[in-house]
């Protein structure tokens, strides 16, 4: 197996065993009175009633992203797939179906532990929640490079960039009305560093030198975990510098120490965060509309042992990536695929500096502006918006999303909704069942259309399910 298909599976597993993403409630469910998390959209909200749960009470998968498998698999022959590298896909064909920039990412969200309660006049909530979200970034200069090749002289591109952010939070919260209609409310966060990765490009020069290209580029890579490691970077070079290749970096975590993770008691990454909400219900105003905004996870982790890299205009020389005739492959994808990340391991085999220091990392935060406006003929329908934002270098995405509420019965409810975002247009709905005894919803943000036998999605990455288990206590509000 690659170097590249190593990488890529030991990334896809610290995702999915390091636990939950954002473990923030759907938002689809943002406008439902009888959902328990919403304070994790918004903290001025309260749920109908107290309530429990334990490790089953918020679990969501998320996927986001502005291209699919079709972008790169082809028809071709009988029944047969090629990849966007076969000569029988002209180039103006497959670049005109790319983004500027291709961006993918991923969320795993579990709330392990939850409890809401009335206290002191407001409602107070507790929490413990694993979260994790990657993504990565890619422009389109790079596939252009890839697919052209020689029929340029030079490509340059910057803002390749792949990350993750893995930590545990302890959330502590309370939200209060102030005067009549209007409510405030505060999460306060206590953050344990779980994993922390980041490689970035700041630039990729590509020149012809003859029959070959002379690659410069300027990068920079770090990783944290939650306690001191000591990586191998091996043999020391002229400038007495441990140097490695860049492809080699995550098989080099075999050379972790582990000693020190074992042992460890207390973790050497934490830090703090906040969330700030305020709902108004305008009934004197406006009767049946009702309007909200928030802003939550503001804030970061300082972890203490962080391994760096960089790479410094380093110029390599590379042969290119060749274009390829599915015939030679007979038909086999998987032959393609191997073709085509041989070439890149050629390209990207450049050396890397290591360190080990301190540093800090900011939570992506993100913005909810919503209003809802109840049928003054029927109650429980009501029509609503919400609009959201999370401010990221890289990762980060605008949304509006329309709904359409209904509550039939006091301890049944339901949405529908619409959104268009960064990531394209998208369906999704919420279930909800809370009577007296427990609470159970399901649903989705994002509806995956079309699949592929693997059950990959077809024409963009997006896809959300969401589901949870609670137990309601007490009376209703």
């Not at 993403?21 to 009633?49: C, D, I, V, W």
């Not at 207390?266 to 905004?293: N, Q, W």
């Not at 050396?351 to 003054?376: D, F, I, Q, R, W």
Request: net charge negative; with cysteine.
């Amino acid at each position: 197996m690659s170097k590249i298909r190593y990488t890529i599976l030991l990334l896809v597993a610290c995702v999915l065993f390091v636990g939950g993403a954002s473990a923030q409630t759907a938002k689809s469910a943002y406008f439902l009175e009888g959902a328990f998390h919403n304070y994790q959209l918004n903290p001025a909200m309260q749920a109908e009633r107290p309530f429990f749960s334990a490790a089953l009470g918020n679990w969501a998968l998320k996927t986001n992203g502005n291209f699919g498998l079709s972008n790169f698999l082809y028809p071709y022959g009988d029944n047969q797939l090629t990849t966007f590298m076969s000569s029988s896909v002209s180039a103006d064909e497959f670049l005109g179906r790319l983004p500027q920039s291709l961006q993918l990412s991923t969320e795993l969200g579990s709330t392990l532990f939850a409890a809401g309660f009335r206290l002191l006049g407001g409602y107070t909530t507790f929490s413990l929640t694993m979260n994790s979200t990657s993504s990565f970034n890619m422009p389109r200069g790079f596939f252009e490079f890839a697919k052209k090749g020689f029929q340029e002289d030079h490509y340059s591109f910057s803002g390749i960039n792949v990350n993750t952010m893995n930590y545990a939070a302890f959330t502590l919260g309370y939200s209060h009305q102030i005067v009549e209609g209007l409510r405030v409310g505060v999460n306060a966060k206590y953050l344990v560093g779980l994993a922390y990765a980041n490689l970035h490009v700041d630039k990729l020069n590509i020149q012809m030198n003859e029959d070959k290209w002379l690659v410069e580029t300027h990068a920079s890579a770090e990783a944290a975990f939650y306690t001191e490691v000591s990586v191998d970077a091996g043999p020391m070079d002229d400038l007495n510098e441990p140097r490695v290749p860049m492809v080699d970096a995550f098989e080099n975590m075999e050379n972790i120490n582990y000693s020190n993770v074992m042992s460890a008691l207390k973790p050497a990454a934490r830090g703090f965060a906040f969330d700030l909400g305020i709902e108004y219900d305008m009934e004197s105003i406006i009767k049946g509309l009702t309007v909200s905004a928030s802003l939550v996870d503001v804030g970061g982790i300082n972890w203490k042992y962080v391994t760096k890299a960089s790479l410094k205009d380093s110029k390599v020389e590379f042969d290119g990536i060749d274009e390829i005739d599915p015939n030679d492959f007979e038909g086999s994808i998987e032959k393609e695929v191997e073709a085509i990340t041989a070439d890149l391991e050629e390209m990207f085999a450049v050396p890397y500096c290591h360190g080990t220091t301190s540093g800090t990392t900011k939570l992506n935060p993100v913005m909810y502006l919503g209003a809802e406006y109840e049928m003054p003929f029927y109650r429980p329908l009501s029509f609503a918006v919400l609009y959201s934002k999370r401010f990221a270098a890289y990762g980060g995405w605008d949304e509006v999303r329309g709904y359409c509420n209904i509550a039939p019965l006091k301890w049944l409810e339901f949405s529908a909704n619409a959104a268009y975002s960064t990531y394209g247009t998208s369906w999704g709905w919420m279930f909800n069942f809370h009577p007296k005894l427990f609470s159970f919803f399901v649903g989705s943000d994002f509806m995956i259309t079309k699949v592929t036998p693997q059950y990959i999605p077809v024409n963009n990455m997006n896809g959300h399910i969401t589901i949870g288990v609670n137990k309601p206590l007490g009376k209703r509000k």
